[in-house]
């Protein structure tokens, strides 16, 4: 696959992806933060600042990202939520409020969807297309149950550095395109370099704030190699996170880094998944999401 | 680096060569302790993560390996060369050692004698099935071994361990009763990359979710591990997992120590079965001090 040539002759792509969870994901994260308003205030400086900052950044450097909004917060931030929408960026469906879905059944878990979809559907006036798993998991049928629903990529399980099928995992034939996944890697998140909370304690061990700059040059690196090697760098931001007064200057460095190549194809979740869908056939064989599947079949 | 005479005790390498890398990698994949307990048929996204050493970062590894001209280990649980047959095979294809490493990453210490046999003897079975080897090196998972452990890998055939962290060169090891020594090739938890790169959540590791550290500052660490046991004339093995290190951003970094290793000059690069028969063949009557460690 090194020789894979992107659209607009590109040797290498990038999806930005932005979580806008505001307070959800953290409660769902860490459930003793409930109550706490002070800690609180720190996932919600989000929406208080943070997704301004994301969206100028993303303005300065024309990139077109995919946001994820879980369907609480469309309700509690309509019009913030229009305002992304109103420039051009995607926005994806997780969950109603970032439910955790190893602690949920599959039943549950389409409600949660529906929710979502319910409530993005009502501030925007269309779907989703796109759809992450708080957590990263689902249960066995929510792939397809996601097709059904007229789902075209997922950005929630790893073990790539391109883009990839998910396997139907229920019966009965399907007419809809196969679900694509956009695989994460955590070194190309923010929340794990930067998340802090004193008490209770995020990240639990309470490790120091790392340094910006070294960050910043590890994220250089990574992009640097999914460029030399051709690959899909699929990045995952948060609005409180990156977008304090001081770190969206790391996010600016990085996307000057990208904008001085010019072979860069910057898409969203849905154009890379349009383009996968049409230009793949299917994943080469020994692909984990394959091994996976029978593994899981015999264990049951 | 200072020009230093050579300590008197130092190590002998072949061909007159100051110090001695070998090069270690643990392809575990997604085996580990949530395979043992299941609870990874339930978890796709921590499945996916370990599955990239085998999928992708593997034969990266393999064409920096070759570009630099120099051999590595692989310690491999026989349940990732069940399900990555060819990418198991082009490690012995292109010049590489294959080493036990459990059969899902078993951790030897907490299995009796019979089940250790068990794991060893059905890995045994996978090498020979799946690429015709028989291999003579392990690794223990998780770096413990029990009382029975030393028995049982000679029993099978195993002539070297690189599972202890205790020392900076080989040194032997005698099972009771059996008179042929077992060699030991230390690592060190400062060139493991779980140390420094490693991060996946749910579960958690770190189990403190401590930072990805910073890469610059990582293969500084790693040079100065390697000027250190050079200007010593010691073994320096490594501890590197391809999800950890073979993943795009880091392959870089291996490069640029591989190559600040090759800038030095004087290194002996080999397989860790490579140091075992030299240490061997130059120590073949162990002192009573050795034969007690």
Redesign the interface.
Known sequence: MNSLRWPQNARCAVVVTVDFNDEHGILTQEPRIAGREKSLSVWRYGAKRGVDRVLDALEEFDVRSSWFVPGRVAETHAELVKRIDAQKHEIGNSGYRCEDF?TLTLDTQKDAFRAGQAALEQVLGRRAQGFR?F????APGFADFLRDEGVTWSS??????LPYFHLPDTDGARTTPPLVEL?L???LEDE??FAYNLSPAV??????I??YR??L??WK??????H??G?CFVLRLHPEIIGTAGRIDVLRELLADMRTRDDIWFATGAEMAAWWQQNVDGNEP????E??AR??QE?? | MPATDMNPDAPRWPEGNRSCVALAFDLDGPTGDAMLDSSIWNNPSYFTLGSYGPWRALGRLLDMLADRKVPATFFVPAWVVENWPKQCAAIVERGHEIGYHGYRHEAFWTLDRDGQRAVMERSAEVFDKYLGIRPVGFRTPSGDWGPDTIRVLMEAGVRYSSSMRGDDRPYLLHAPGIAEPMVEIPGRWEMDDYASLAYHRNPNFPASLDRIASYDTTLDNWQREFDGSHRDGLCLTTLFHPKVSGKPGRIALLESLIDHMHAQGGVWFATCRGVAQWWLDSHASPTPQEARR
């Not at chain 1, 929630?156 to 550095?161: A, K, T």
């Not at chain 1, 690196?221 to 999914?226: G, L, V």
Request: aromatic share 16%.
């Open positions: 190893d798993s957590i990263g998991n689902w929630s399980w790893r073990g790539d550095d695989p890697h955590y070194e794990p370099y990240p639990v061990g309470q490790p120091r790392p340094s070294e960050v040059a590890n690196h990574d992009f640097a190699a999914f030399r090697f690959l020994g692909h984990p999401v091994v996976y593994h899981r264990a049951q």
